[in-house]
């Protein structure tokens, strides 16, 4: 990920081939066989697979269960994690990229490795820490239970491990662009009378809202798509279930039936993932634009 | 007065970027603060405009003898263009120009038709009515310049401040927009600082230049005194190339390599070591020797593309030289690269050697 903005920079600068870097016909086409043939065995063909097993035993089978209760009180889960997880992990990553943007103060690079934490601790683990507060006999368990308010095996603890998991995806699409754009056009609109507030809405967030909706939008796949986090933290209590849950569980079922329902939610979590790719694809090329034709040009000349 | 600042200091960690600055503009003027990377100009231009604050206890901001230090950096009403412009990159040059009176308070902002009268009177100024709806990437250097120009006079400044204004324009542009820029201030009299590391834009924009060297100020004076009559060893060797030798002061007398050349503003002073620098166009070149004391060297490299013709020599007594004389002179010489030279220096600058 932070390799991000130097890779949109180049991918906006005009390529040339030359002379020197080309290779024979024959080994572009091997290598850019290779690539396709890579692509289509590990994405393609799998893709394909959950949706000719969703529809194995025809439409009315795949709308039924999607109608099914528990599939749908799976959907109401997922997008009920996703409506608290995003909002307040857009709001936290523009804060914590603004913080480390835009000021310097001690301690900006641990912060930066603690924003990177849940990239590298394994989801299980994170699953597992909220066990150890929340569960029975954890930290909190005694002013819990005291307040008989649940957190693990139920929906607050969804929330809490997906908010922990996705809470990296904004603040880090965000720390590049806006380290990037730097702060004075900030300062310009100060020294122009303008308040803070008329300088984030009017300056700061115009200049980086392309970048925000994209690492919204990776925060959002994340947020729904969860599993490992989740999972730990559910256990095995079959009515809070998410998405990805339901799916795992309606397969371990193993009748045809179940299978296929299974695929059929799974289904929609990879047309989840292709919406996200087709507007990632299109965010990435308005970021390319607005983080700085002067830098493009430069890059050009 | 038009902006006064006292006593400013100015630490950034353990790196102390001002130490007990001054300065004073009178309304009106424009004064150049001149010196390397790292010597403070900038640091003292943000603070002027309220973009850094001096180090508490220290100093004191005054524009138009009000004091403004403790007002907060829009209150100020500066106009401010920075190096790279820093214009709204989604704006376009009408929106960029119009931002600060759009952002004034609802009591004190203009209505429609007042702002867009004004931002199309200030687009004409810049010469840029025609590009009002274009973006700041649509435009070249020197006109994104002049839109963050207009866009600082929008709000009716106090107090006009350039940070290095010409730094990212090439050559002739950069030419251009000088002469320009002296122009407009002729016209609208603002009182105006501009920090620059190029002498000559210095010397030539300026009414007075204020040299900077490692926080503190060397010399401030007009172009002719900074450049005819540096007190300090710094502006002398920054103010363009000068030859510089070691040399004794005697008797009133400065000694150095093999010549001996009166120095009246010693004539007091002990024998004791000292520094002796000339600039290029300061040294007579003749081919033959005469009876006035000069010193022996070849031309080692002639440069003639120019309007003057420069020389680097090799002095017999083992300095290296640079010389410079009009292209009518050379061509009188009728020298080439390996002919000996005598030269013998009209003036001197003679610092006694600190000790």
Redesign the interface.
């Known amino acids: 990920m932070a390799g991000t903005v130097a890779l949109k920079l180049t991918s906006g600068a005009r390529r040339q081939t030359t002379e020197a870097i080309a290779e024979p016909r024959w080994v572009r086409w091997l290598l850019i066989g290779v690539t396709l043939g890579f692509l289509g065995l590990f994405l393609f063909v799998p893709l394909m697979v959950v949706f000719v097993e969703a529809l194995s035993q025809g439409w009315r089978a795949y709308v039924y269960s999607l109608a099914d209760a528990d599939t749908q009180s799976a959907i109401r889960m997922t997008l009920t994690t996703a409506a608290f997880a995003v909002p307040i992990n857009t709001l936290f990553g523009v804060l914590a990229a603004w913080a480390i943007a835009k000021f310097q103060f001690v301690g900006k690079s641990v912060l930066i490795t603690l924003i990177d934490l849940p990239y590298s601790v394994s989801p299980v683990i994170a699953g597992m820490i909220f066990v150890m507060l929340f569960g029975r006999g954890g930290w909190f368990w005694p002013w819990l239970e005291a307040h008989d308010i649940r957190i693990v095996y139920a929906p607050a603890g969804i929330i809490i491990a997906t908010l922990f998991v996705t809470f990296p995806f904004v603040a880090r699409e965000l720390i590049p662009l806006m380290q990037s754009q730097g702060t004075?056009?900030e300062?310009?609109?100060?020294?122009?009378?303008?308040?803070g507030l008329?300088t984030f809405w009017?300056?700061t967030l115009?200049?980086i809202k392309w970048g925000l909706l994209y690492g919204v939008i990776l925060c959002n796949a994340r947020a729904m798509g969860e599993f490992g986090a989740v999972s730990v933290v559910v256990g095995n209590i079959a009515s809070t279930n998410t998405m990805p849950l339901h799916v795992e569980r309606l397969y371990k079922g193993g009748c045809d039936s179940e299978l296929a329902a299974a695929f059929t939610v799974a289904s929609l979590l990879a047309m989840l993932a292709l919406v996200t790719l087709v507007l990632k694809s299109l965010l990435q090329w308005k970021t390319t634009e607005?983080i700085?034709?002067?830098e493009l040009?430069y890059t050009g000349d | 007065m038009g902006i006064e600042a006292r006593n400013i200091t100015k630490t950034f960690g353990t790196f102390t970027a001002l130490r007990d600055v001054s300065l004073s503009v009178a309304t009106g003027e424009l004064v150049a603060l001149l010196g390397p990377s790292g010597s403070g100009k900038t640091t003292l231009l943000r603070i002027i405009a309220g973009l850094e604050e001096p180090d508490s206890g220290s100093g004191a901001i005054l524009f138009h003898d009000e004091d403004v230090a403790r007002r907060r950096v829009g209150s100020r009403q500066v106009g401010f263009v920075f190096q790279h412009y820093a214009l709204f990159r989604h704006m376009t040059v009408f929106e960029n120009v119009a931002f600060g009176l759009r952002v004034r308070p609802k009591a004190h902002r203009p209505g429609r038709n007042l702002i867009k009268y004004k931002v199309m009177r200030l687009l004409k100024l810049v010469q840029l009515e025609n590009m009002a709806h274009r973006y700041p990437h649509q435009l070249s250097g020197g006109q994104r310049q002049r839109v963050a120009l207009a866009r600082a006079l929008a709000i009716e400044p106090k107090v006009l401040l350039l940070d290095e204004p010409f730094g990212a324009l090439d050559a002739k542009v950069r030419q251009e927009l000088r002469q320009w820029l002296r122009r407009l201030h002729d016209e609208i009299h603002l009182t105006s600082v501009f920090v620059t590391h190029d002498q000559d834009e210095a010397l030539e924009l300026a009414d007075r230049v204020l040299v900077m060297n490692e926080g503190r100020i060397e010399q401030i004076g007009t172009p002719d005194e900074v450049f005819h009559r540096p007190t300090t060893e710094f502006v002398v060797q920054f103010l363009g190339q000068v030859n510089f030798f070691h040399g004794r002061l005697e008797g009133g007398k400065v000694h150095f390599a093999t010549l001996a050349m009166e120095s009246p503003e010693h004539a007091g002073a002990p024998t004791q070591a000292a520094r002796v620098f000339i600039r290029p166009h300061q040294l007579d070149i003749g081919v033959e020797r005469s009876d006035q004391p000069a010193l022996e060297a070849v031309v080692l490299r002639i440069h003639s593309a120019g309007p003057n013709v420069r020389l680097e020599l090799q002095a017999k007594s083992g300095e290296r030289l640079h010389a410079e004389l009009t292209q009518d002179r050379y061509r009188k010489l009728g020298i080439s690269t390996g002919s000996t030279v005598y030269v013998t220096p009209r003036e001197v600058k003679v610092f006694a050697e600190k000790t």
């Open positions: 004075e056009e300062e310009a609109a100060r020294l122009l009378g303008a308040s008329q009017r300056i115009p200049n607005s700085s034709p002067e040009r």
